[in-house]
DNA sequence: TAGAGTGGTACGCGTAAGGGA
DNA sequence: TTCCCTTACGCGTACCACTCT
């Protein structure tokens, strides 16, 4: 049973109560083209009686614009993720556009993944939409967003921006930066708690790390283990530890620090102290930390306003210009301090094992 | 100039090609009616080859259904809201629904604010949309949503559940198991960290501390200063506080009491020896604060799941269905301890002032 | 002749309804 | 009952023609 039997209102009911065509009404919407004042009012009079509202399913069917995007979230929204679409929805909003949304789970297998890329893909150019935002470097998504790069433009959030020099490929240079910072203090064991491999994001600041280390000439320690970005990652990282030979660690992020630190002080072992420890992020909790957490803050919500401004550029000229790097400010906080001599930590077996 | 030339295909030239009218193709994808299996077959070799996808804004127009919903959050993304975004979306690919989302401010004045979701509707019904499901209890959000309801279901995710019984208003007893796990553990003098008064789940979690202090026949002591739910404003209200007389705090959300104990500790206040502290939401990082934060979980991708489903369910059938309230278990950690005897928290006048 | 202001018609892409074999 | 077709829409927009200053 159809639970409502009103008509919307329509163009034409609004065209028939001021006495003018659908015509008018339409310029009056779209600005092109002459409607004169005094009309303007009289529509606006009406527009506001019916509570008209212009069908944008309609509209877009002859037009060729539907002013919609669809964003297609990879993985689970953490911190970064949702401040990247708040920044898509501002801007969206701004330049009055319509977000659609839908989240895949990478962490199911290859073929799993693939497979709901693929169909929320197709769920969006059903829609249709005018173009579609993605944030994933997953192994073969270029693959799944070939197919949808035809009908539409794809603007990619992590898609590692290519250098014409494989010698220095990142732009990006957070990993970097926070190993040097480490460094600075005068740390010369330092580790590196590496995020999921899965994701670009992983792979750039590992890169940046060892470049920092090498150009240091000391020799690079990765921590493995974690499978996501989330805290529980790195607290099963710290717990594969058999022993702890570093004096400073660079977490991929901030949850993986917070996992970390919190395992460790389960060991007596507490930053500063006993280690310093930066993050990636700068998420509103970093700050409150025990100890609060020294770490790079990332503009997601910029992040995310430029790949809106980019998909509305590629909508209107079909040109793809790759997305500038926002500033990745490090903010120093209490967990890192410089190295002391007779710093605790260098061969503190633990009794774990 | 138009960056796209090629048509995308129409189900007319499916049909053509497949050699049948688009009706036998339309009923191919309905469901609704016969096509014989070796049409069926054809069919989708047409549709592999050419890459068709239906036009679900077209379909639209003649159809009453769209398949989307408009969901519009009110407020930051922050853990909650998020989850509650992949339990929509999670369920919304389940049942074949496209999600519509908006974000918008509620910290910007009234005025402001309002416009904003007016704003955000009219997209919404403009697009438009099967129905709209809100998370706000803001003042003066009925008289936004009104106008829409005329045309769509909306469901509204912090609608205060009323209880026939004004004297028990709230089947939501977060505030009210918080306060009595305190005082299960013999805290006698426990106070509330109250969330922003504008969100109804702050105002429902302060009730069931009052209840409960009234119970226990204690009074009760209400810290103010929360304007949001995040880390600084507990922060905030920490430093507020001209003396600690308190033995136990029942903060509004986990944020809240992060913020609160990193002031405290800044005072040489820690938990659980010097005073409990008990949070609301379960966050991931929860587990891994310093100490490890007891507090209530709750199933925030339930409940978007249950409002997917019920606007569904609305959409259908026109019913609209009080959302069920999901389980709502404590997680007791290291935050919170048994009350001792000569515990340090009492008149301990801080130098602040 | 140019520009303001408006209307007429065809069309975009599917679905509902109903008929025919 | 199975299978398929024809026709009439749904609601705006593109395109063009028209009038009047």
Same mark, same amino acid.
């Given at each position: 049973?159809?639970?409502?039997?009103?008509?919307?209102?329509?163009?034409?009911?609004?065209?028939?109560?001021?006495?003018?065509?659908?015509?008018?009404?339409?310029?009056?919407?779209?600005?092109?083209?002459? /409607?004169?004042?005094?009309?303007?009012?009289?529509?606006?009079?009406?527009?506001?009686?019916?509570?008209? !509202?212009?069908?944008?399913?309609?509209?877009?069917?002859?037009?060729?614009?539907?002013?919609?995007?669809?964003?297609?979230?990879?993985?689970?929204?953490?911190?970064?993720?949702?401040?990247?679409?708040?920044?898509?929805?501002?801007?969206?909003?701004?330049?009055?556009?319509?977000?659609?949304?839908?989240?895949?789970?990478?962490?199911?297998?290859?073929?799993?993944?693939?497979?709901?890329?693929?169909?929320?893909?197709?769920?969006?150019?059903?829609?249709?939409?005018?173009?579609?935002?993605?944030?994933?470097?997953?192994?073969?998504?270029?693959? /799944?967003?070939?197919?949808?790069?035809?009908?539409?433009? !794809?603007?990619?959030?992590?898609?590692?921006?290519?250098?014409?020099? #494989?010698?220095? #490929?990142?732009?990006?240079? /957070?990993?970097?930066?926070?190993?040097?910072?480490?460094?600075?203090?005068?740390?010369?064991?330092?580790?590196?708690?590496?995020?999921?491999?899965?994701?670009?994001?992983?792979?750039?600041?590992?890169?940046?790390?060892?470049?920092?280390?090498?150009?240091?000439?000391?020799?690079?320690?990765?921590?493995?283990?974690?499978?996501?970005?989330?805290?529980?990652?790195?607290?099963?990282?710290?717990?594969?530890?058999?022993?702890? &030979?570093?004096?400073?660690?660079?977490?991929?992020?901030?949850?993986?620090?917070?996992?970390?630190?919190?395992?460790?002080?389960?060991?007596?072992?507490?930053?500063?102290? &006993?280690?310093?420890?930066?993050?990636?992020?700068?998420?509103?909790?970093?700050?409150?930390?025990? #100890? #609060?957490?020294?770490?790079?803050?990332?503009?997601?919500?910029?992040?995310?306003?430029?790949?809106?401004?980019?998909?509305?550029?590629?909508?209107?000229?079909?040109?793809?210009?790759?997305?500038?790097?926002?500033?990745?400010?490090?903010?120093?906080?209490?967990?890192?301090?410089?190295?002391?001599?007779?710093?605790?930590?260098?061969?503190?077996?633990?009794?774990?094992?």
């Amino acid at each position: 049973m159809p639970p409502r039997t009103t008509r919307r209102p329509s163009m034409a009911d609004v065209a028939r109560r001021v006495g003018v065509s659908t015509q008018t009404i339409s310029r009056y919407y779209s600005g092109q083209g002459y /409607v004169s004042e005094e009309t303007r009012v009289r529509i606006a009079a009406v527009v506001d009686e019916l509570g008209y !509202v212009p069908n944008r399913a309609a509209g877009s069917l002859r037009a060729r614009r539907t002013g919609t995007i669809g964003v297609l979230n990879v993985g689970e929204l953490n911190w970064g993720s949702a401040q990247i679409l708040s920044g898509l929805s501002a801007a969206a909003r701004a330049s009055g556009q319509a977000l659609l949304i839908a989240e895949v789970d990478p962490d199911q297998g290859a073929e799993e993944w693939r497979e709901h890329a693929r169909a929320a893909v197709d769920h969006f150019l059903a829609a249709p939409v005018d173009a579609i935002i993605v944030s994933t470097a997953m192994q073969g998504s270029e693959e /799944v967003f070939a197919a949808a790069r035809e009908r539409v433009p !794809v603007v990619n959030l992590s898609a590692r921006p290519r250098s014409e020099d #494989p010698e220095r #490929p990142l732009p990006s240079s /957070v990993g970097y930066d926070a190993t040097r910072h480490l460094l600075e203090l005068g740390h010369r064991r330092v580790a590196h708690l590496v995020g999921p491999r899965t994701r670009n994001e992983a792979l750039d600041r590992e890169a940046g790390y060892l470049r920092a280390m090498a150009e240091a000439g000391l020799e690079p320690q990765v921590l493995e283990g974690a499978t996501d970005w989330w805290a529980p990652s790195g607290a099963a990282a710290a717990d594969r530890l058999d022993s702890i &030979d570093f004096t400073a660690v660079f977490a991929g992020n901030d949850e993986l620090a917070l996992g970390f630190m919190s395992r460790l002080e389960g060991r007596g072992l507490r930053a500063p102290e &006993d280690y310093s420890i930066v993050g990636v992020d700068d998420m509103p909790t970093a700050a409150f930390f025990s #100890p #609060p957490l020294t770490t790079i803050a990332i503009d997601f919500a910029q992040i995310g306003k430029l790949a809106l401004e980019a998909a509305v550029q590629a909508i209107e000229t079909g040109e793809h210009r790759p997305l500038p790097i926002a500033e990745q400010p490090l903010r120093i906080r209490a967990s890192t301090a410089p190295l002391r001599f007779g710093q605790p930590v260098g061969h503190t077996a633990s009794t774990t094992s």
